[in-house]
């Protein structure tokens, strides 16, 4: 006989009457779906670049000058008790004391650790408080040229016909036109001098090359299985370019980015070198250290060429750096170089999970 159910609902066999009961799940809260996003966006990304020896070399010489930057805003700044903060004093001419100590060599004082011109600026105070609007000018020139480029060559490739047509032709009128003279002559009539505005000046015209590319390479994307199921499945454009498209294109859109940062800083420093460019101070651009120098006699005189070196230790560091930097990019979106970086296949990963799954 089977048992049966009382009122309450147990069975009289003392067992319940459910057959199948389940447990209330935890539900995942804001605050979790926040720290896994932070997990696998940055965390897990930083720690496998980290791993490349190139990309520690260069984020500490990017940030030693991040750090060269912030004590140039420190001991200029007028904000509350930073007023009276000085750490590296903003140079003035015969700043070492007299004209018989001008043009004093190198590493032979505390005080003025890389010496100073003929008119006495401390060369090490110019290229410190340089720093700051390097920085400005060489990050927005590269943000201008990569977001630009990467709009226009995405959309392009994407959207194909008419757009595209608009697109690449906007983009073909502006390769013919000459990058320099074309900089050259908006410098002059603009006359710039926020950092934030002469940085992507510089490279006004350089994303057209960089969008044709990106638009090949979304020619070839598009086509892929896993885009064709995201228009299937009704993904609006801007998702897809999101989520399927741009994670493909960023090791190239790095590296560009870099490219363009560069070609920031040597366009700034010639133009700055020449007078193009207008500058207030001293201290506006390491360019113009290198125009007080080559007006002292510094090119062809063997006792003051370090002070045309030593600005361009300056250039020459900050770029590598940048260098650096995106090649060691290549292990946050290449899993084949992620894979040869550790020295172990495929095989061998799967070997060593089976291995321990059965121990």
């Known amino acids: ?9 147990k069975s009289t066999d003392g067992g319940t009457s459910e057959l199948f009961s389940f447990e209330a799940t935890e539900e995942v809260t804001t605050s979790q779906q926040y720290r896994e996003f932070a997990y696998e966006a940055f965390y897990l990304p930083a720690r496998e670049a980290w791993r490349d020896w190139r990309m520690k070399v260069g984020i500490l010489l990017i940030l030693g000058y991040v750090l060269m930057g912030l004590i140039a805003w420190v001991s200029s700044s007028n904000f509350a008790f930073l007023s009276s903060v000085t750490i590296v004093e903003t140079p003035s001419a015969n700043q070492f004391g007299g004209f018989e100590y001008n043009d004093q060599g190198p590493f032979q004082s505390l005080a003025y650790p890389l010496g100073t011109d003929g008119l006495g600026h401390d060369i090490f105070g110019m290229i410190v408080h340089a720093t700051p ?83 090949a390479q979304v020619l070839t994307i598009r ?51 020449l007078g193009i460019l207008a500058h207030g101070s001293y201290a506006d651009n390491w360019g113009v250290a290198m125009q007080f120098a080559y007006q002292q006699g510094a090119l062809f005189n063997p006792d003051y060429t370090y002070q045309l070196l030593m600005p361009m230790f300056a250039i020459v ?40 799954t059965i121990t």
Not at 183 to 211: H, K, S, T, Y
């Open 133 to 215: 609007a390097m920085l400005k000018m060489t990050f927005a020139g590269g943000v201008y040229v990569v977001v630009v480029a990467t709009i226009v060559g995405t959309v392009s490739g994407y959207k194909g016909g008419l757009t595209d047509s608009i697109l690449t032709t906007i983009s073909d009128i502006v390769m013919t036109i000459p990058g320099l003279p074309l900089v050259i002559v908006l410098a002059v009539m603009i006359d710039p001098r926020n950092p934030w505005v002469v940085g992507p000046l510089l490279v006004i015209g350089w994303w057209a090359g960089l969008a044709r590319t990106i638009r």
């Open 317 to 356: 560091g900050l770029s590598f750096g940048l260098i650096l930097c995106s090649q060691g990019t290549d292990r946050l979106f290449n899993p084949r170089v992620r894979q040869r970086g550790t020295g172990k296949t495929k095989n061998e990963d799967k070997d060593e999970e089976v291995t321990s």
């Open 223 to 273: 086509e892929h299985s896993y885009v064709e199921a995201s228009r299937t499945m009704g993904i609006s454009t801007p998702r897809i370019i999101q989520k399927d498209i741009l994670p493909n294109l960023m090791p190239y859109i790095m590296v560009n980015f870099v490219m363009s940062s560069r070609q920031v800083i040597f366009n700034g420093v010639g133009l700055y070198f």
């Open 1 to 9: 006989m089977s048992p049966t159910n009382d009122e309450t609902g």
